[in-house]
């Protein structure tokens, strides 16, 4: 299914990486997985995901850095991190809260509750994945019931048309690159030509303006589109 939120498991252990993956899987969720702190580091580069998994204690750069570093970028500190530690002093705890880390979990812990908590992190970037109402200014998309108002008005969307809007408010005024958003909207496996994408951005504008109101989408030359 297009759209999935996005994983990274960053563990050295290849047994708990692996039963954590597969959990995570289970879920319904993309699983992207790195063994070290710098090869994690690349991953997020190159595919932010949605949410991390962390562990402290990784060969070449620790965790707390891998932490400390994408909590200063600009492109990756609203990503969520939940840390794995040990470490179960409350001076060590209270480190991997203070450099960033969004959530603590200290070994051994159960795979239910490492997942409700992740489950609690996705609720925060990404509301569609639990079923929730998302609204921006005037416009409301009932997720659970799959409809589209825009000034009480119901408006009718293609599929795709709607996980594109989907997309959009989940993170109002952030920019997306085609290539993000046919990852997002698309999938990863699946081969459309990026200019599809403006095709359907101009589907989109075309069926918000319906009820007479102006375009809230947003063009950013040169590099994609934003809500507001």
């Known amino acids: 299914m297009a759209g999935e939120p996005v994983v990274l498991v960053v563990e050295d252990e290849p047994a708990q990486r692996e039963v954590l ?6 879920e319904g969720f993309d699983v992207m997985t790195a063994a070290a702190g710098d090869e994690a580091l690349v991953a997020v580069r190159e595919t932010p995901p949605d949410v ?10 620790s965790g707390i850095e891998v932490c400390r570093q994408l909590k200063m970028g600009a492109e ?19 480190r991997g809260l203070e450099t960033g880390a969004d959530d603590y979990v200290t070994k051994p812990y ?9 489950r609690t992190q996705l609720r925060r970037v990404r ?32 599929p795709t048309e709607f996980r594109l809007l989907t997309a959009l408010m989940e993170r109002p005024g952030r920019v997306w690159s085609r290539e993000q958003l046919l990852d997002r ?14 095709v359907h951005v101009g589907r989109l504008r075309k069926a918000l303006r319906a009820s007479d109101a102006g375009d809230p989408i947003r063009t950013v030359r040169g590099a994609g589109y934003a809500l507001g």
């Not at 999938?187 to 403006?198: A, F, K, L, P």
């Open 127 to 158: 509301p569609a994945t639990v079923g929730e109402r998302l609204e921006y200014e005037d416009i409301l998309v009932d997720l659970a019931e799959h409809r589209v108002f825009r000034a009480d008005v119901p408006l009718t969307l293609g």
């Open 110 to 118: 159960s795979v239910a509750e490492l997942l409700a908590r992740l």
């Open 76 to 94: 990756t500190a609203r990503i969520p991190i939940i840390m794995l530690s040990a470490r179960s002093e409350e001076t060590d705890k209270v």
């Open 52 to 61: 991390i998994v962390l562990d402290w204690m990784l060969p070449h750069v």
């Open 21 to 26: 993956a597969y959990n995570i899987r289970a």
């Open 185 to 198: 909207v698309w999938g990863r496996d699946i081969y459309v030509d990026s200019r599809t994408v403006d």
